[in-house]
């Protein structure tokens, strides 16, 4: 019995503000507003806990799987680690996320497309134990999300 063939972690649903806008076909935001990072529609596929068994040689084991962390590389050089995060409202106005954010300090007109590519690595554990002789013991996995994001920037002028 392999574990992958036991479980396969599905990609996080990316949830972000700004969201994408259907007239650009991306996400844009400014330099210095703050980002806001959460796991959409989590599923126990995606976020977990699921559990399975499996038999191999005579022995029986429980496994159990849970998302233990999101790790964010925004593209910019900047890694931020979270939770599940909590999802944006616009009663929020331009506060930071309170569990997982980011504020991009330059415009992404120098990368690829003009975009910062901004991806998700859901860190899982699995604990696992035999029913056969009560070992335990820890795995892990990680699936990985992505999405682009313009970052402009604002400037005012003083006529």
């Not at 499996?54 to 084991?61: F, K, N």
């Not at 799987?65 to 409202?89: I, K, L, N, R």
């Not at 120098?110 to 035999?130: D, E, K, L």
């Amino acid at each position: 019995m392999a574990l992958s063939a036991a479980f396969a972690p599905s990609p996080i649903e990316i949830g972000m503000a700004p969201k994408v806008n259907p007239d650009w076909g991306h996400r844009r935001s400014y330099v210095g507003l703050p980002i806001w990072m959460w796991v959409a529609n989590p599923s126990a596929s995606s976020w977990g806990p699921t559990s399975w068994s499996g038999s191999t040689g005579g022995q029986t084991i429980d496994f159990v799987a849970q998302v233990s962390t999101v790790h964010w590389d925004m593209g910019d050089g900047a890694m931020v680690t979270c939770a599940q995060g909590t999802p944006y409202s616009t009663a929020y106005g331009n506060r930071m996320s309170p569990s997982c954010g980011h504020k991009y300090t330059h415009v992404s007109a120098g990368q690829p497309g003009g975009m910062y590519a901004v991806t998700a690595t859901t860190n899982w554990t699995i604990a696992w134990t035999s029913r056969t002789t009560g070992e335990t013991g820890t795995l892990t996995a990680s699936a990985v999300s992505s999405t682009e994001v313009e970052i402009l920037q604002l400037q005012s002028v003083n006529t």
